[in-house]
């Protein structure tokens, strides 16, 4: 009898606390403990670049000089996602103005490709590889616009890691080994130049796997270029003049011209306040309001009785989702070419019109009537109180296959996200920036900075902002358990390439949301589905002003890393 009662009692703990992983803090969805610093945070998708930005905290340069020196070692470490063939853009809370900054630094299309070209081709949309969706690369002006308003070390310093470990190497992560095993050769199979001369050539003739040793001494040349010529040497110099020769050689257009005139804008940030905290994101041609529009209409709801990965949870989220995506698709664009209505999409009473039209089965949405006209994200906070959110990216992982010679780097693709039709905010146009996925964001509380933040990748990045949001302001969740807690995104519906919305689209969970949610869903009439390696990649920093203690987050689902001191 006491053999049983013991049997009983063992069952009993197994169910109240295998939620908890084994963890005695209860936190059941945290992989890892919180990181704690004093000092400086660093957190970014590679643990390599993670000291880099940590070891120029400590030898005295800031959270930007340390974001641009991580950013120029992610551009090596981890190809696959971004690089300074791409674009970037920035958040920064300054320690001295005590006040938000935002960068757009994402290139314009251009100005000799013109709509009546991809007409003539018949062309419905813009080639994902090739010459015809490079736009100008914007993100090393990015670095220096940064650099120039707020950094305090010499960019010779800033560079010299990234252009020592490009030069003797390092060795490559499990999850990087694999995405170039897979990218490199599909590039090399089209025919493209350069891929094996930048990729494999450089590292005794094959791609380095898990664990071995991967070299760029191209790219560390680029980098001394820019260390020591500044941005004109990429933007006027020989580096300009290398990217334009080989586009055209290609069949493309973009031109010295289009690489001289380039010029980052430095925009304000817009926010929404969620039940007492500001949350801050870049207004268009990015999609960060559409996590600002989703969250004013789910501020709506008492989640405090609603159960974190329920069918309710998950059902308000979705249908939030729909609402701001299909007004994503018509109004967000390059806003020097059209007229975005901000203040009406984020405003109060829109977002009650919109909480509306939700009911308890799964709909199908319009844009609502208004009178108007793979990446990586990271941050670093330092002692002084600066903190940056930034986020960088080629597009479609490595960019469009297109290499030009010796420079050790891929040109991004984004001008594959512009529409070609007619008559719409983001229809292709010479000189115009294409709609942007990747987004940073910022919260505050107070006045003062909370959280600086960004979930990476494609369309799921403003419902990772939002599911993070809500993780810490409304289910109570830790910085760590916050960005480990299970996933989930909705595909389908209307966008600002082009596509209409022809369904309800379909919702794809994780596993750790559990069937009875999965069921009570499909009785909504929700499509359900699963996916892997789709919910994007975390990293955050929080301050504690009451310790004066910053709290730092990494992803788990890949190879992120945080570290403070």
């Not at 670049?49 to 974001?67: E, R, V």
């Amino acid at each position: 009898m006491r053999k049983y009662f013991y049997y009983l009692l063992s069952v009993f703990l197994f169910i109240q606390y295998s939620n908890a992983q084994d963890r005695i803090t209860g936190k059941s969805f945290a992989t890892r403990s919180v990181v704690l610093g004093q000092n400086g945070m660093v957190a970014t998708s590679h643990p390599l670049a993670t000291q880099i930005g940590l070891d120029i905290l400590k030898n005295g340069g800031n959270a930007i000089d340390a974001a641009i020196a991580a950013n120029a070692a992610l551009g090596l470490m981890e190809p696959t996602g971004c690089g300074i063939g791409g674009d970037l853009f920035a958040i920064v809370w300054d320690g001295k103005t005590k006040k938000l900054y935002g960068l757009n630094a994402s290139g314009r299309s251009p100005k000799e490709l013109s709509l009546a070209y991809f007409e003539k081709q018949k062309l419905k949309k813009i080639p994902a590889f090739g010459p015809l969706p490079v736009s100008v690369p914007g993100t090393v002006d990015g670095w220096f616009e940064l650099h120039k308003k707020f950094g305090s070390k010499p960019m010779t310093e800033i560079l010299a890691p990234a252009i020592d470990y490009a030069e003797k190497g390092f060795p490559l992560t499990q999850l990087i080994s694999w995405y170039m095993n897979r990218s490199v050769p599909f590039f090399k199979s089209k025919g493209f130049p350069n891929i094996a001369e930048t990729y494999i050539n450089q590292n005794e003739g094959k791609l380095p796997k898990e664990g071995e040793i991967y070299k760029n001494p191209y790219l560390a040349n680029t980098y001394r270029k820019i260390a020591k010529g500044g941005r004109e040497e990429f933007y006027r110099g020989s580096i300009a003049k290398t990217i334009a020769s080989f586009i055209k050689a290609q069949g493309g257009f973009l031109s010295t011209k289009d690489l001289a005139s380039h010029k980052s804008e430095w925009v304000e940030p817009v926010s929404v306040n969620y039940r007492g905290y500001d949350v801050w994101e870049l207004p268009p041609n990015g999609q960060g309001i559409a996590a600002l529009q989703m969250l004013q209409i789910l501020k709506g709801y008492d989640f405090s009785n609603i159960e974190f990965g329920s069918a309710e949870h998950l059902h308000l989220f979705t249908e939030a989702k729909k609402l701001a995506f299909e007004d994503r698709a018509k109004y967000y664009a390059d806003m020097d070419f059209f007229d975005v209505p901000l203040k009406q999409l984020l405003s109060d009473e829109y977002g009650e019109e919109r909480r509306k039209l939700i009911g308890e089965r799964a709909g199908k949405y319009s844009a609502g009537k208004i009178s108007a006209g793979e990446t990586i994200y990271m941050t670093v906070a330092d002692k002084e109180g600066t903190m940056i959110s930034l986020i960088q990216s080629n597009y479609r992982g490595m960019g469009s296959g297109m290499v030009p010679p010796k420079l050790g780097f891929m040109l991004q693709d984004r001008g594959e996200l512009f529409s070609l039709e007619k008559g719409q905010a983001n229809t292709y146009e010479p000189g115009k920036r294409p709609f942007h996925t990747i987004i940073p964001a910022f919260i505050t509380k107070d006045g003062k900075p909370y959280v600086s933040f960004g979930v990476m990748g494609g369309d799921f990045q403003p419902q990772g902002h939002t599911q993070i949001v809500m993780n810490l302001i409304d289910f109570g969740m830790n910085l760590q358990e916050a960005g480990d807690a299970p996933r989930w995104d909705h595909t389908g519906g209307a966008s600002p390439t082009g596509e209409k919305t022809t369904n309800t689209g379909m919702i794809r969970t994780e596993s750790g949301i559990p069937y009875s949610t999965i069921r009570v869903l499909m009785g909504k009439g929700h499509r359900m589905g699963t996916a892997r390696g789709v919910y994007g990649g975390y990293q955050a920093i929080m301050w504690d002003d009451k310790n004066k203690v910053y709290h730092g987050a990494s992803e788990s689902r890949k190879d992120g890393n945080a570290a403070g001191y």
